[in-house]
Antibody
Framework: QITLKESGLTLVKPTQTLTLTCTFS??????????VGWIRQPPGKALEWLAL???????RYSPSLKSRLTITKDTYQNQVVLTMTNLDPVDTATYYC?????????????WGQGILVTVSS | EIVLTQSPDTLSLSPGERATLSCRAS???????LAWYQQKPGQAPRLLIY???IRATGIPDRFSGSGSGTDFTLTISRLEPEDFAVYYC??????????FGQGTKLEIK
């Protein structure tokens, strides 16, 4: 059974850096082809993909946010960390991590419950 | 960058009716990389359909997906009360890797 859970600070001030951790179980980065991605959703708005990291440490970022994002993994702790710099109130959103199945059709088949991050002074 | 436009924004139907949701891409999308998700208030999205027409594990067969090229459809054959939610289409490409539509809200009439 695959589960993912996001954790981190939920209130951040403008210009600060956000660090979110996705802790997962039921799969491993030792499995070839596996990926974990981050997606966010501002209140009442649509989903926006942010970043994804593969088992082999290949990393992909949203072009519009690439300069502000860093994604890393800890294979042995079963964690993925997303950092976002220079936060602004428009970054207020629920942040989700999700599992991408190995050698699949790129679907995100399991999601964490999400963590609401508020950017406010 | 491929843009996904969903229609309608809101669909008002009654339980037992058939729902047809549309997702149109600004350029051709591989059918292998088109998915649909359901999201209920306060919950994470749930994968319904991938590769345009394959139901995810545990998804009832009243949900079906179809389409190719730039036009894709999610059909719910007979609406159950638990089906009223927001639905998103999503495509996988090169850059950005994932793009989502703006969502269709399916509400009870």
């Amino acid at each position: 059974q695959i589960t993912l859970k996001e954790s981190g600070l939920t209130l951040v001030k403008p210009t600060q850096t956000l660090t979110l951790t996705c802790t997962f179980s039921g799969f491993s980065f030792t499995t070839s082809g596996v990926g974990v991605g981050w997606i966010r959703q501002p209140p009442g708005k649509a989903l926006e993909w942010l970043a994804l990291i593969y088992w082999n440490d290949d990393k992909r970022y949203s072009p519009s946010l690439k300069s502000r994002l860093t994604i890393t993994k800890d294979t042995y702790q079963n964690q993925v960390v997303l950092t976002m710099t220079n936060l602004d109130p428009v970054d207020t959103a629920t942040y989700y991590c999700a599992h991408r199945r190995a050698y699949s059709y790129a679907q995100l088949d399991h999601w964490g419950q999400g963590i609401l991050v508020t950017v406010s002074s | 960058e491929i843009v996904l436009t969903q229609s309608p924004d809101t669909l008002s139907l009654s339980p037992g009716e058939r729902a047809t949701l549309s997702c149109r891409a600004s350029q051709s999308v591989s059918s292998s990389y088109l998915a649909w998700y359901q999201q209920k208030p306060g919950q994470a999205p749930r994968l319904l359909i991938y590769a345009a027409s394959i139901r995810a594990t545990g998804i009832p067969d009243r949900f079906s997906g179809s389409g190719s090229g730039t036009d894709f459809t999610l059909t719910i054959s007979r609406l159950e009360p638990e089906d009223f939610a927001v639905y998103y289409c999503q495509q996988y490409g090169s850059s950005p890797m994932y793009t989502f539509g703006q969502g269709t809200k399916l509400e009870i009439k």
